[in-house]
């Protein structure tokens, strides 16, 4: 797995039960998931240059343990699989300090040719690179 986000959880994330709403979970995975594709050539330059991009299709989140203000989180990712239009990652969410895994989300995200709006084949790079991502 590689560390794709750290980062801190602030106050203003809370919600009425005195832990990290749930909408801050999903946008801490996301930032994770943009330094993850950057790690396999979807870069900035890359979505820009190409006119493609990525569109998540499904997301499945578990909440395993809550964290407060204060807690310290860092995010770790793999790749799943990848096919020839679309990449399945897995994120999980620690507390930095502890170690214990408080939060998991499973992704598929489908590569677009933002033009068309339909899906498009992944370059082999970017699938090779995937490939060397995914566990054995």
Request: aromatic content about 8%; proline content about 2%; glycine content about 4%.
């Amino acid at each position: 797995m590689i560390e794709t986000y750290r980062g801190v959880v602030y106050p203003h994330q809370l919600d009425h039960m005195d832990h990290m709403n749930v909408q801050w979970y999903t946008g801490k995975f996301d930032e994770g998931t943009w330094h993850l594709f950057s790690r396999v050539g979807i870069t900035t330059d890359y979505i820009k240059d190409n006119n493609m991009g990525m569109a998540a299709v499904k997301q499945t989140t578990h909440y395993k343990a809550e964290v407060h203000a204060g807690d310290l989180l860092v995010i770790r990712s793999k790749v799943i699989e990848v096919s020839n239009k679309s990449i399945t990652f897995v994120h999980m969410m620690f507390n930095a300090e502890t170690e214990a895994e408080v939060a998991r989300t499973e992704l598929v995200a489908v590569h677009l040719d933002r033009a068309a709006r339909r899906s498009a084949p992944l370059p082999q790079a970017i699938k090779e690179k995937c490939k060397s991502l995914i566990e054995v």
